[in-house]
């Protein structure tokens, strides 16, 4: 692209280079067409008009020449070169030099006789202005190539920016697609996790339950039936005390957004008489329930839970925030 650019730059170089010199003789014979109109005809004869590279100075040239001739009384074999400057000044709306032109195109063939050299001086004007026609109209094609070559060639670097955007787009929506992928694998893993664990809770539920009440069927209507009960349910408590424990905690853990091991991080301090008390409450169990599985009354529990919320609240903005809704 950047080439194209030098190319048309060299070309418009190149007619303002031609043309620069032309203006200069011009206006010489037109000083010498009172005083000397030979020079000036002279003048005028030894311009190349096919090297010209705008119609101005073309019409000034050949208003100028036709002129020259009529002051020199010289008559024109054709009104071509007269004709160029009148459809010039006539399509420019330049009134002034219209009517010079004008004026001269009905002298210049009424006026003075014909000259052999005159003639063909004014044949090879002819000539040099019909090439200078062609050369213009190849010029102007020339441009119109090089402005369609021009825009096809910005057109396709502004496509290939566009597809290179849409491209980086595509990669970007495909990156976060995959990363939405994994996300929902992970999620979906996670779910499977919390699934099983509330199965196995409802399991383990109903399994108390139905030991219960196997326990009750066989004892009912004996003096054993009370004590029995009394422990099975003793049992149980010792069970949840001791082996259930480390289920619990996996529990909290996967229904509290890891709390436990949040809490483990901030409070590595904590007795493990109240990180026990702790996984109870953030499992949901009552302050009774806690107490036969710690084996402590009541009062002693609330006590105990009343001071363990005042020591983490004091960190809770800077250590574990999610850890107060538990109390």
């Known amino acids: 692209m950047r080439s194209l650019l030098y190319i048309v730059i060299m070309v418009i170089v190149t007619g303002c280079s031609y043309s620069s010199s032309h203006p200069v003789v011009l206006d010489e014979a ?10 000036a005809m002279s003048r005028l004869n030894s311009i190349d008009v096919s090297e010209f590279r705008d119609s101005a100075t073309m019409a000034r040239w050949a208003l100028l020449y036709s002129e020259a ?6 008559s024109a074999p054709t009104d071509t070169i007269i004709n160029i400057a009148v459809d010039y000044y ?4 330049q009134t002034d030099e219209h009517k010079k032109a004008s004026r001269l195109k009905a002298l210049i063939q009424s006026t003075g006789g014909s000259d052999a050299l005159a003639t063909a001086l004014y044949l090879q004007k002819e000539k040099e202005f019909l090439l200078y026609k062609e050369r213009a109209k190849r010029e102007m094609q020339l441009i119109i190539g090089l402005v369609i070559l021009l825009f096809a060639t910005m057109t396709i670097v502004w496509m290939r920016q566009r597809i290179r955007l849409q491209s980086a787009r595509n990669d970007a929506l495909m990156s976060e697609a995959s990363g939405l992928k994994i996300q929902i ?4 893993d996670d779910i499977g996790r919390l699934e099983s664990k509330l199965h ?3 399991e383990s539920r109903f399994t108390l339950i139905d030991s219960l009440c196997q326990t009750y069927y066989e004892s009912q209507g004996t003096k054993t039936e009370r004590k029995a009960i009394i422990d099975k349910v003793k049992a149980e408590i010792e069970s949840v005390r001791t082996d259930s424990f480390p289920d619990m905690e996996q529990a909290v853990n996967d229904c509290r957004d890891n709390l436990l ?3 483990r991080e901030y409070y590595p301090a904590i007795k ?4 026990q008390l702790l996984v109870y409450l953030a499992s949901g169990l009552s302050t009774r329930t806690a107490s036969l599985l710690l084996g402590e009354s009541v009062d002693v529990i609330y006590k105990r839970k009343s001071r363990l919320k005042a020591r983490l609240k004091e960190n809770a903005a800077s ?3 999610d850890i107060m809704p538990v109390f």
């Not at 006539?90 to 709306?93: A, G, I, Q, S, V």
């Not at 493990?272 to 990180?275: A, G, I, K, L, T």
């Open 272 to 275: 493990p008489e109240d990180y």
């Open 185 to 188: 694998d992970a999620n979906r």
């Open 69 to 74: 001739m009529v002051i020199n009384r010289l």
């Open 90 to 93: 006539n399509r420019h709306n």
């Open 30 to 39: 037109e000083r010498l067409m009172q005083s000397d109109p030979s020079a």
């Open 261 to 263: 091991i949040k809490v």
């Open 200 to 202: 196995g809770l409802l």
């Open 319 to 321: 250590g574990c925030p």
